[in-house]
């Protein structure tokens, strides 16, 4: 037992407690919204503004580590995130479920910032992308498992959706106790500044930090909504689908963070980019079900891909700046991410197409700032500045 009390473990155990929650009330979220709450692309437009607010606010759990460990706030925030999911189906109006979308998400944002933090400490450089896919994997089949008790509970045993958001949450409140109960406080390798921190040679890593999370949004919010909107998929149906990407997550996640520690940082942001730019421009257009399922499912695999800027950034920056920058990142992460739904919910009402066909653009801003990855990355080489490099391969 005390073999298993490691720092990789409780990362391990946390990145499985996290998807349980957001699983059931993301696979719920849509047809909850439109069946119990009557809305309409606008009203989850402006409800995906509010819940990336605390995501915008992120760099307030830097703030608070002058008050608390990041081990202990990492759990403190996994147990706020089980408790707003659990109250979610108590409250189903719009200005209820914007609430209870608000208290989930401050759980969610903050245990995603620390735990990133602690990722990057904890993990040695040489193996951080790999156990970064392993740490996917797991979390895929934590969810897979949360869209695995949608589908049961809805379509075979019909319960009722608030039963289910209050089993999804209080399956996470409890992990996050057991976590709180088992496992020691591990010491912390580099102490952490305790104060916001901007650097200008981190440039490129915020870039496509914001543009990540500007692109994402499209995803995030408006590919579900396709599926129940123009092809009528049910809650079901969505957890289907849910439970297909888990399994792909589960398969590839790994593979993966093996990949990007083989070929680079920068050879695999130009391929998630380049596969993105494609998958957004069919998601415009598209008439089938099944094909759109298709591009869901290839979409969530490139955004696995995305653990080569946490650990581009980890081979960059100085130990000490992790925490701090890890919370200043993911606010820039949700910069455009409390904006962008709301105006693209408006956007929605009059073209669909426009949504996806400018998140092709989004996706091809990133990839002209992939190129400025460099092929070695360090303290010193953070930029690649030569003109013939930037264009050149891998």
Not at 186 to 198: G, S
Not at 227 to 251: H, P, Q, W
Not at 334 to 351: E, K, T
Request: glycine share 8%; proline share 4%.
């Amino acid at each position: 037992m005390k073999n298993l009390r490691r720092p990789d473990i409780l990362l391990f155990l946390m990145a499985a407690a996290m998807p349980i929650s957001f699983g059931v009330w993301q696979a719920l979220l849509n047809n909850f919204a439109i069946e119990r709450a009557a809305f309409t692309g606008v009203e989850i437009g402006v409800l995906q503004s509010l819940r990336e607010i605390p995501g915008f606010l992120a760099f307030g759990a830097i703030l608070l580590l002058a008050l608390l460990r990041e081990q202990t706030l990492a759990l403190v925030s996994i147990l706020v995130m089980g408790l707003g999911t659990a109250l979610t189906g108590f409250f189903p109006s719009e200005i209820g479920l914007y609430c209870t979308t608000v208290l989930m998400s401050v759980g969610f944002h903050y245990y995603e910032t620390i735990n990133q933090s602690l990722s990057l400490q904890w993990f040695a450089k040489e193996s951080a992308a790999h156990q970064m896919g392993k740490m996917i994997a797991v979390g895929a089949f934590s969810g897979l498992l949360a869209y695995a008790l949608v589908w049961l509970a809805l379509d075979i045993l019909h319960m009722d959706m608030k039963t289910i958001y209050l089993v999804g949450g209080g399956v996470t409140i409890c992990i996050a106790i057991v976590c709180w109960s088992i496992f020691p406080h591990f010491p912390v390798k580099v102490e952490q500044h305790k104060k916001l921190i901007l650097r200008r040679r981190y440039w490129l890593y915020y870039m496509l930090t914001f543009m990540g999370g500007a692109r994402r949004q499209i995803f995030v919010v408006f590919a579900g909504f396709l599926m129940v909107e123009k092809f009528n998929f049910s809650a079901s149906d969505i957890a289907i689908l849910f439970l297909l990407n888990g399994l792909t997550s589960i398969v590839f996640a790994p593979h993966i963070g093996k990949l990007i520690g083989k070929w680079g940082e920068r050879r695999a942001l130009s391929l998630e980019y380049t596969g993105l730019i494609l998958v957004f421009l069919a998601y415009a257009f598209v008439d089938n079900p099944w094909v759109a399922a298709g591009l869901y499912l290839l979409d969530h695999i490139l955004f696995s891909m995305a653990i080569a800027q946490k650990t581009y950034f980890q081979k960059i920056a100085d130990p000490k700046d992790i925490a701090p920058t890890a919370g200043v990142a993911f606010s820039i992460n949700h910069i455009a991410a409390v904006i962008l739904p709301a105006l693209y919910g408006i956007l929605w009402v009059i073209s669909p197409a426009m949504v996806f066909l400018t998140g092709a653009a989004m996706a091809g801003v990133s990839l002209i700032l992939a190129r400025f990855v460099p092929h070695t990355p360090e303290p010193g080489n953070e930029i690649q500045t030569t003109y013939s490099k930037i264009f050149s391969t891998p």
